[in-house]
């Protein structure tokens, strides 16, 4: 098969070293890719959002498969793109549909969803600039801390949690007033903030049956100790420990099963991956959030544990036959450390040039953001790289992982020295 796989981060270069290993690969293209994919597939210089270059490619390339990586095609509707075109529709996508990716593109609609599929979650209200005063006041009817979300998409960056009602109240109106986050901020969703600890779970589903992948906690504050700005994340550690059996079991029976089914009985096509991000609040799962794809740097932890074929569980989600396939899953626990760009996630710099890629050994390094030039390799990104590590233990995964970053060099460079450290 020649599959097209749309991205260009972390994310996508996991996706990609785990699709590579399939015997039913032909020709695997990343579009627009990055310096580690282009060591494993070819790259092609489209944008992930720029549908009709994305058709011309998929028909002179013969594409079986397109596998989306980004919210943001899906958000725009790049599912439906490909069902409604007579020349595409023979091609599966690997994602939700428009409607499908609400879930993400959302915050009111996800939560609508819960509420209507009884899923326990925070209690929420959403406002717009012309309620902005009943905001104000339902802010005054909470206990601290506050929490206000963007409705739709705002890159990570559009959930604050502020200790300070009067802070909260002016948040609020720079995200509902002045447009704090753009768009995305027309409509903010204010939820009851839920203290507990947090961790991802992920799911594959073909619409009717569903797999559940190994469990991950990411770390996303810049500083050690979780402390600074909000990132992308800068680590991340799977299975995460006190997911046990009896809880998980919870997970499925409470949240899975009745999202799954919630988007079947309202008739929302969904054929790809959910991600859901989850708090533990005594011995009990609530849902944060959904989001429409594999999180990044998670996927880097969660597909290297995966041994089953990845395209093997790809087609069984396009034929709808997921049930047929067995799912199996690595033992070893995996931790992964990013490597970021000095000055990030503020201002930083790119073009550095990177040294000691080499020199690494017993562990995967998955690229974020980077490019090639000359042979040489430098960053293109704010996260840069993903250094990934197997072992029967968090501190034995994480420390080889560090020993390599110790390899590794570009000006600047910058990583946290305490990811999985909360979990011992």
Same mark, same amino acid.
């Given at each position: 098969?020649?599959?097209?796989?749309?991205?260009?981060?972390?994310?996508?270069?996991?996706?990609?070293?785990?699709?590579?290993?399939?015997? *039913?690969?032909?020709?695997?293209?990343?579009? @627009?890719?990055?310096?580690?994919?282009?060591?494993?597939?070819?790259?092609?210089?489209?944008?992930?959002?720029?549908?009709?270059?994305?058709? &011309?490619?998929?028909?002179?390339?013969?594409?079986?498969?397109?596998?989306?990586?980004?919210?943001?095609?899906?958000?725009?509707?790049?599912?439906?793109?490909?069902?409604?075109?007579?020349?595409?529709?023979?091609? @599966?996508?690997?994602?939700?549909?428009?409607? /499908?990716?609400?879930?993400?593109?959302?915050?009111?609609?996800?939560?609508?969803?819960?509420?209507?599929?009884?899923?326990?979650?925070?209690?929420?209200?959403?406002?717009?600039?012309?309620?902005?005063?009943?905001?104000?006041?339902?802010?005054?009817?909470?206990?601290?801390?506050?929490?206000?979300?963007?409705?739709?998409?705002?890159?990570?960056? /559009?959930?604050?949690?502020?200790?300070?009602?009067? &802070?909260?109240?002016?948040?609020?109106?720079?995200?509902?007033?002045?447009?704090?986050?753009?768009?995305?901020?027309?409509?903010?969703?204010? &939820?009851?903030?839920?203290?507990?600890? &947090?961790?991802?779970?992920?799911?594959? !589903?073909?619409?009717?049956?569903?797999?559940?992948?190994?469990?991950?906690?990411?770390?996303?504050?810049?500083?050690?100790?979780?402390?600074?700005?909000?990132?992308?994340?800068?680590?991340?550690?799977?299975?995460?420990?006190?997911?046990?059996?009896?809880?998980?079991?919870?997970?499925? +029976?409470?949240?899975?099963?009745? !999202?799954?089914?919630?988007?079947?009985?309202?008739?929302?096509?969904?054929?790809?991956?959910?991600?859901?991000?989850?708090?533990?609040?005594?011995?009990?799962?609530?849902?944060?959030?959904? *989001?429409?794809?594999?999180?990044?740097?998670?996927?880097?932890?969660?597909?290297?544990?995966?041994? !089953?074929?990845?395209?093997?569980?790809?087609?069984?989600?396009?034929?709808?036959?997921?049930?047929?396939?067995?799912? #199996?899953? #690595?033992?070893?626990?995996?931790?992964?450390?990013?490597?970021?760009?000095?000055?990030?996630?503020?201002?930083?710099?790119?073009?550095?040039?990177?040294?000691?890629?080499?020199?690494?050994?017993?562990?995967?390094?998955?690229?974020?953001?980077?490019?090639?030039?000359?042979? #040489?390799?430098?960053?293109? /990104?704010?996260?840069?790289?993903?250094? !990934?590590?197997? /072992?029967?233990?968090?501190?034995?995964?994480? +420390?080889?992982?560090?020993?390599?970053? #110790?390899?590794?060099?570009?000006?600047?460079?910058?990583?946290?020295?305490?990811?999985?450290?909360?979990?011992?």
């Amino acid at each position: 098969m020649n599959i097209l796989l749309l991205g260009s981060g972390g994310r996508e270069h996991a996706l990609a070293w785990k699709l590579s290993q399939s015997k *039913n690969i032909s020709k695997l293209f990343v579009a @627009p890719g990055n310096a580690g994919t282009a060591l494993i597939a070819e790259n092609v210089l489209i944008s992930t959002t720029d549908f009709v270059s994305i058709k &011309e490619f998929c028909l002179k390339a013969c594409i079986d498969m397109v596998v989306v990586g980004p919210e943001d095609p899906l958000v725009l509707g790049i599912y439906d793109f490909f069902k409604e075109d007579k020349e595409l529709c023979t091609i @599966p996508v690997l994602g939700p549909s428009k409607l /499908g990716a609400q879930l993400e593109g959302s915050k009111e609609f996800a939560k609508k969803f819960l509420i209507e599929n009884n899923i326990p979650t925070a209690r929420y209200s959403s406002f717009t600039k012309e309620t902005f005063l009943q905001g104000k006041a339902y802010l005054e009817t909470l206990n601290p801390p506050y929490v206000l979300k963007a409705d739709g998409l705002a890159a990570g960056k /559009g959930v604050l949690i502020l200790d300070n009602l009067d &802070e909260a109240k002016i948040e609020l109106e720079k995200m509902l007033l002045e447009s704090k986050f753009g768009q995305a901020s027309s409509k903010v969703v204010i &939820e009851e903030f839920l203290s507990g600890i &947090e961790l991802s779970c992920f799911v594959l !589903t073909d619409g009717k049956n569903y797999k559940i992948l190994p469990t991950a906690k990411d770390y996303k504050r810049i500083g050690e100790g979780d402390t600074g700005l909000n990132t992308g994340g800068m680590g991340a550690i799977s299975p995460v420990p006190f997911a046990d059996e009896v809880f998980m079991n919870k997970v499925e +029976k409470n949240i899975v099963i009745p !999202t799954v089914n919630g988007l079947r009985e309202a008739n929302i096509e969904y054929k790809g991956f959910i991600f859901i991000g989850l708090i533990k609040v005594g011995n009990e799962p609530y849902v944060i959030e959904y *989001n429409v794809r594999m999180g990044d740097p998670e996927t880097e932890v969660v597909i290297p544990r995966i041994k !089953t074929d990845l395209l093997d569980l790809f087609t069984a989600v396009a034929h709808q036959n997921l049930d047929s396939i067995t799912l #199996e899953i #690595e033992t070893k626990l995996a931790a992964t450390v990013m490597v970021v760009s000095g000055g990030y996630p503020n201002e930083y710099q790119n073009n550095m040039l990177i040294t000691g890629l080499e020199s690494i050994e017993n562990s995967i390094v998955f690229h974020a953001g980077t490019k090639a030039s000359n042979q #040489e390799i430098f960053t293109n /990104g704010g996260r840069v790289l993903a250094v !990934t590590s197997y /072992g029967n233990s968090i501190e034995e995964a994480t +420390k080889k992982s560090y020993q390599n970053i #110790e390899k590794l060099h570009f000006d600047k460079m910058y990583y946290r020295k305490d990811i999985g450290l909360d979990l011992l």
